[in-house]
Nanobody, 125 residues
Framework: QVQLVESGGGLVQAGGSLRLSCAAS????????MGWFRQAPGKEREFVAA????????VYGDSVKGRFTISRDNVRATMYLQMNNLKPEDTAVYYC??????????????????WGQGTQVTVSS
């Protein structure tokens, strides 16, 4: 089992920045591929970014490329999402997730075995 807890969400104006954190406990954090997803009201859950167990590979959704940066600290068992130049369309609940073994692409939701409870990000125009 892996327990994931997100933090760092909040209200920010368009063009601002936020940094989300995902703290993990339980089984060895460094063995998991980690991802960020988001879900806005009335919409499906959307892939944001993912990072390999070593941090050597990162993948981003098209809507956040060039604005968001995913990273991880395996010593602290924490993953981060630095979000810059935020837009109102980034408003959503952001979830972190852990995959013991990817089945398909980084964005394939069923690959992820464990999920956090989510943190709200609201971007005002």
């Amino acid at each position: 089992q892996v327990q994931l807890v997100e933090s760092g969400g909040g209200l920010v104006q368009a063009g601002g920045s936020l940094r989300l954190s995902c703290a993990a406990s339980g089984r060895t954090f460094s063995s998991y591929t980690m991802g960020w997803f988001r879900q806005a009201p009335g919409k499906e859950r959307e892939f944001v970014a993912a990072i390999s167990w070593s941090g050597g590979s990162t993948v981003y959704g098209d809507s956040v490329k060039g604005r968001f940066t995913i990273s991880r600290d395996n010593v602290r068992a924490t993953m981060y999402l630095q979000m810059n130049n935020l837009k109102p369309e980034d408003t959503a609940v952001y979830y972190c997730a852990a995959a013991a073994r990817l089945r398909g692409s980084y964005s394939y939701i069923p690959s992820y075995d464990y999920w956090g409870q989510g943190t709200q990000v609201t971007v005002s125009s």
